[in-house]
Each structure stands twice: as structure tokens, then as C-alpha cells.
């Protein structure tokens, strides 16, 4: 390739604490504008902050889950900028010694492959207020300003949008999986913005460019493939590419223009003089390991060395941990009840992937909502073992599937109700078998006749067909399975006397 794009991300997570970064005030989403506002979030003059220890706790969470180790003494400094939706005219935050650094993680790479990508720094540090535009007007809501943030700096490590996409799924999860984050990137809980650039491949780093203003993983895809071509474009006529701040379009699909890039000295760091030093100490650290769940990545690979999962039926299960920890309570159930281990775990996976996200889709509910599905693991488990064995087909699982959604009992006593189990008695099929041959004597003879000529194509084709109006004959209840091997001892049997009587003969010997 003649050449090379350099990615590196910047994604701020709100951390779930109840209350605002370096003072008590209730930390929400959707409150009426302004409404969780005190004297230390609107920077009065005179006014202390207080270290909210529980983001400390949650961003040690976070830096220790990407593998930075933590920094054993942090504080803050203040960041100098002026804008209306920083009422101190400075952001409290850490730039000297970030809580974990020189992390990395992996992400799935093209070809089933993986790729390390480095985690520079985790940071903590206040949010600001938002600005709402209408028209002339600009309003400003403060309920934001002082909220707790945790920013994740990447080595510009990606070289394509979609592997930044990758990522952003991964940490997503991860952030969701350790409690930490919802990462709801439309409400602002998660937010990302990311520096690109692209140079001659082997002549190293370009001029770089941010892009602000990616509220989805899909638009940083989108604004980092535009931007990489558009600074090869600038390059191939000869031009050079100006270090600046673009704002991604999303009703034009394109970035454009926003300010000149800002240098690290422009904002006039120095140690914030109203909080002390926090010092991580060993209990501090036992804390932290206490929040470590297995992540969502080393879940799929163990789901799919355990349960012999596909890689999309493992990455469909982890999605959300409750839909992980829902999908192996389910296996569990199916093979106390008998059903094998990993055609347990096939089936549980296909209906996660099927019937369980059309009604969750249908009522607007996500994997995460999974367990306040009427039909809970232990009936799925039920509906399965029932497949299994035989008793009912397929077809008439999904509606035992629809009537326990639907409040009517458990499994086997709506089958048991209904009359849906299937008929396995050998001579209620065979008469079901005789029924059909009787009622399509031509497809008989022409089965008998394929029979004569090896045709098989011909002869599975007609076998269906008989096997399907045998089903029909008995009402929709004969096992599949079973009426199938009997018609096609029928067929071989009217087609060749010798071999009705070994039928025969095993018949009685069975």
C-alpha cells in the first residue's frame, strides 16, 4: 500500500455513581434542566470538592479490566479553557498521573484473527454541561457539569474504521459487563472522539486531525473512512493535511471544519490546590478485584471450548451478561434433564438467535431485559428436552414457546393439555403410513418405479411427499423421524417382495 492510516481513539464512559465526581449532587440522566446544580458544581467562588472515592474505585475497575497497571499515588490538576458549559472556566482533571496506564486489549481482527491495540492512559475527570442550539438562542444545562468520566486513550493503533468499531463494541461491553458504564452512546454516557492520520507507508505518524462529534460506532466508522481518504486525496494533488478539529456531518456523511487542534500547554495544566493526593493501598486494590467479572471476550472463547459454540452463536450469547449467564442456566437445566451437552447448548443459542430476540425486538427489549421473559431458561430448557426425546416436533415447540409466554403453565402440562405430543406408537404410524399409500397410489408406483430404475433423487423426493401426507393422516401428531423410516420400508417392501419378507421377519424378531 502506498499508504499508511493511523487511528488512535478517545472514549469518555459516564461512570455510574449516584452522585457527581467532587460533590453531592444526584448524578441522572433526563432530570429537568439545571436541577442538580450546587455551589461546587457551578464553580462559586470559595467552594471545596470532595473526591467521589467510588468513581476512583469504578476507574481502577475499568483500567485494571484493559490491563494498565494502577498508578499507586494520582491526584488532579485543572484544565484552563473557557466555554459556556464550564461554569468554573476549568475542568478538574488528571493529566500527570492518570489511574492506569500502558494497557492493551484484543479485538477481532479480519479473518478471524485478533489484534492488540495499546491503552495509553485511563483518566478521571469531571463532564461539562451541554448546550442545547434553538435557532438564535443557546441554552445551557448544567445537570452534566462535574458528572464523573472516565476518558480511555488508545496508541493510534487502528489503521481502518471498522477495526475502531470493533473496539468500541468491545468496550462497550466490557464497561456494561463490569457495571460501570450503560454505554449508551445516544444519551452521552459513552462518547468517542478520535485522531487520525494518514502518511506515506513507513515515513510513521501524519498531521493530525480529531474528529468530534461520533454519538454512534457507526459514524465513527463512517467519519474515519472518509477522513483517511480524504487526507490521501489532499496528499495525492500535493497538498498537506492542517493538524485541526473536524466535526463529523452526519446528514452529509462527511467531517468538516471546526477549530484549529489545540496544543496539551494551551489549557495551562497545573495540580489542582482543593484536593489531596489519593493513594491506592493494598485494600484499595482487594476492592478493585472484588468488581472483576470474566470479561465478555474471555467468555466467548470459553463458551465456544465448552459448548463447541459457533463464533457468531457465542458472540450473539455475550452480548450481555445477563443473556450469557441466562444461556448457561439454560444448558445447565437441558442436561440435568438429558439432553446432550452440546446439542443442548446448539439449541439454546438458536433460539436466543431466533424466536427469544423476535419477541424481545417485538416488545422493545434488548439481551439485557432477557431475564424478564416469561419463559425463563428453565422452561426453554423443557420445551428443548421435549424435542429431544421426541414427544413433540419442532414445529409444535415454538407454539409451546408462544402459550408460555403467554402465561399458560410450564412446557409439558400445556403439552400434556393440548394433545400435542407425538404418536410414536409403531402401529398407530403404520396405519397413518397405509392411510397415505392408499390415498396416492400413483406417487406409490412412481416411488416403486424410481425404486426399479436407481433413481434416488426422484425416489427421496416422493418418499417426503408420502411421509408428509402420512403425518397429515394421523392429524400433525406421528413422529417425523419414525414415519419416515417407515415409509420408505413400505416403498422397499412393495417394491421388492424378498425384502418384505426380511421385514418381516426382523419385524417379529424385534
Known amino acids: 500500500m502506498k499508504y499508511q492510516s493511523f487511528i488512535g481513539l478517545e472514549v469518555h464512559i459516564h461512570l455510574l455513581t449516584k452522585t457527581k465526581a467532587f460533590c453531592g449532587c ?11 446544580v450546587c455551589p461546587v458544581c457551578m464553580g462559586y467562588p470559595g467552594v471545596l470538592p470532595a473526591l467521589n472515592a467510588e468513581a476512583v474505585r469504578m476507574g481502577a475497575l475499568v483500567a485494571t479490566a484493559l490491563h494498565c497497571p494502577l498508578t499507586r499515588r494520582t491526584w488532579f490538576e485543572r484544565k484552563q479553557y473557557f466555554y459556556p458549559d464550564m461554569p468554573k472556566n476549568y475542568q478538574i482533571s488528571q493529566f500527570a498521573s492518570p489511574v492506569g496506564t500502558d494497557g492493551w486489549v484484543e479485538i477481532p481482527d479480519a479473518a478471524g484473527t485478533t489484534r492488540r491495540v495499546r491503552i ?104 474515519l473512512d472518509y477522513e483517511i481518504q480524504r487526507q490521501i486525496d489532499l496528499l495525492e494533488k500535493g497538498g498537506s493535511v492542517r493538524q485541526e478539529t473536524r466535526l463529523w456531518n452526519e446528514n452529509r456523511d462527511q467531517t468538516e471544519v471546526m477549530r484549529s487542534k489545540e496544543s496539551s500547554h494551551d489549557y495551562r495544566f497545573f495540580p489542582e490546590p482543593d484536593l489531596p493526593v489519593f493513594v491506592v493501598d493494598d485494600a484499595f486494590i482487594a476492592s478493585v478485584e472484588a468488581g472483576l467479572v470474566e470479561l465478555p471476550h474471555d467468555r466467548e472463547g470459553r463458551l465456544r471450548s465448552e459448548y463447541s459454540l459457533s463464533a457468531e452463536h457465542a458472540a450473539l450469547v455475550c452480548d450481555e451478561m445477563a443473556g450469557a449467564d441466562w444461556f448457561e442456566s439454560s444448558v445447565s437445566e437441558a442436561v440435568r434433564l438429558g439432553v446432550d451437552k452440546a446439542a443442548a ?55 409451546v414457546f408462544d402459550a408460555v409466554l403467554s402465561g399458560e403453565g410450564e412446557p409439558a402440562a400445556i403439552v400434556a393439555a393440548r394433545g400435542w405430543e407425538l404418536v410414536v406408537d409403531p402401529a398407530a404410524i403404520a396405519a397413518a403410513v397405509e392411510a397415505a399409500f392408499a390415498a396416492e397410489a400413483r406417487a406409490v408406483a ?65
Not at 448524578?27 to 429537568?32: H, I, L, P, S
Not at 423476535?358 to 421435549?386: E, Q, Y
Not at 420400508?489 to 424378531?509: E, K, N, Y
Open 26 to 36: 444526584k448524578a441522572a440522566f433526563g432530570d429537568e434542566p439545571n436541577s442538580n
Open 120 to 223: 495509553k492512559e485511563c483518566h478521571l475527570e469531571e463532564d461539562a454541561g451541554k448546550m442545547i442550539h434553538t435557532g438564535n438562542v443557546s441554552l445551557v444545562d448544567y445537570n452534566r457539569a462535574g458528572m464523573s468520566l472516565l476518558e480511555i486513550v488508545t496508541e493510534p493503533d487502528f489503521e481502518t474504521g471498522a477495526q475502531a468499531e470493533a473496539y468500541l463494541h468491545q468496550l462497550r461491553r466490557t464497561v456494561r459487563w463490569l457495571g460501570v458504564c450503560d454505554g449508551n452512546m445516544e444519551e452521552g454516557s459513552m462518547r468517542c472522539d478520535a485522531n487520525v492520520s494518514v502518511n506515506l507507508a513507513g515515513a510513521g505518524l501524519g498531521s493530525k486531525v480529531e474528529i468530534k462529534n461520533l454519538n454512534s460506532s457507526r459514524f465513527v466508522r463512517l467519519g
Open 345 to 399: 447448548a446448539e439449541r439454546v443459542a438458536v433460539w436466543m438467535a431466533t424466536e427469544i430476540r423476535r419477541v424481545m425486538n417485538r416488545d422493545g427489549l434488548g439481551m439485557a431485559d432477557i431475564g424478564t421473559l416469561g419463559v425463563t431458561g428453565a422452561r426453554l430448557a423443557a420445551i428443548i428436552a421435549l424435542v429431544a426425546s421426541g414427544r413433540v416436533s419442532s414445529k409444535v415447540a415454538r407454539q
Open 446 to 510: 412412481d416411488a416403486i418405479a424410481a425404486i426399479a430404475r436407481g433413481d434416488a433423487g426422484k425416489l427421496r423426493s416422493l418418499s417426503a411427499f408420502l411421509a408428509g401426507k402420512a403425518i397429515a393422516a394421523s392429524g400433525g401428531k406421528a413422529e417425523p423421524g419414525l414415519v419416515r423410516a417407515a415409509v420408505d420400508a413400505r416403498l422397499q417392501a412393495a417394491a421388492d417382495p424378498w425384502t418384505a419378507a426380511g421385514a418381516s421377519v426382523q419385524g417379529a424378531s424385534s
